[in-house]
């Protein structure tokens, strides 16, 4: 398997420009979780989704962020408008809950953002 | 709340000797899984090593160990014969069992290993 997969690894925008992030998940897995890495901040979840329905979005920082998934191997996060303070890596990774993985995630390579 | 604390923003060791990276956590569940990312400068989250709450005996793999102090809601990890290949960023995570849920990070431990 080829792992997590995300689009793009390098961002740079301008503030107020929409951005969207890209995901698939391994085949197979039934969640998909998306982190934010900042210096100030650490790694937070944003959103995590179970069989593609979205299950805790108590992360999402505001209104601005959305993020879908339209089906088992695709999920996006879409930031609008943009901000410098946005401005981080985003992580997508993916679990099941088949016995024996023990609750694992597995992660992409991330996205780095950058706002100006 | 469920929280995870890592007092050591960064820690040194000389290449062949053994260091124990620090993790504290805080929860009220009785099942959940502990676990230590490696990240180096490629960013890449790696898992470095996992261990259940159920489970007394300490998870080792290879060089990497962990002590698990479930009283004391301690999970440090120890890694023996330190090499070049170490040096990163290091989170400890906290999940909760039964269904699926998210990860809880500490801050994180920069490793740096001097040859």
């Known amino acids: 398997d080829a792992g997590v997969i995300q689009s793009p690894r390098h961002e740079v925008t301008e503030m107020g420009q929409e951005v969207t992030l890209r995901c698939k998940p391994i085949s197979g897995h039934d969640y998909l979780f998306w982190y934010r890495q900042t210096m100030m901040r650490g790694l937070e979840l944003l959103i995590y989704f179970n069989n593609n329905v979205p299950i805790d979005d108590s992360g999402m920082p505001e209104d601005r962020f959305s993020a879908k998934m339209p089906n088992a191997s695709f999920s996006t996060l879409k930031i609008q408008p943009s901000e410098p303070r946005d401005s981080a890596v985003y992580f997508c990774?993916?679990?099941?809950?088949?016995?024996?993985?023990?609750?694992?995630?597995?992660f992409g390579p991330g996205t780095r953002l950058t706002v100006l | 709340a469920q929280t995870v604390t890592q007092s050591q923003p960064e820690m040194s060791v000389q290449e062949a000797e053994t260091v124990t990276l620090s993790c504290t956590y805080d929860?009220?569940?009785?099942?959940?899984?502990l676990f230590w990312y490696k990240q180096p400068p490629s960013r890449q989250m790696i898992l470095v090593i996992r261990?259940?709450?159920?489970?007394?005996q300490n998870a080792t793999e290879n060089r990497f160990s962990v002590n698990f102090q479930k009283a004391a809601k301690s999970f440090s990890l120890k890694i023996s014969d330190s090499q070049l290949g170490d040096a990163a960023m290091y989170f400890c995570a906290y999940t909760r069992g039964g269904s699926q849920g998210n990860l809880i990070f500490g801050k994180g431990t920069k490793l740096s290993v001097k040859p």
């Open positions: 261990q259940e709450a159920y489970k007394q």
């Open positions: 990774a993916s679990s099941s809950r088949r016995t024996g993985e023990l609750n694992e995630q597995f």
């Open positions: 929860t009220s569940e009785s099942d959940y899984y």
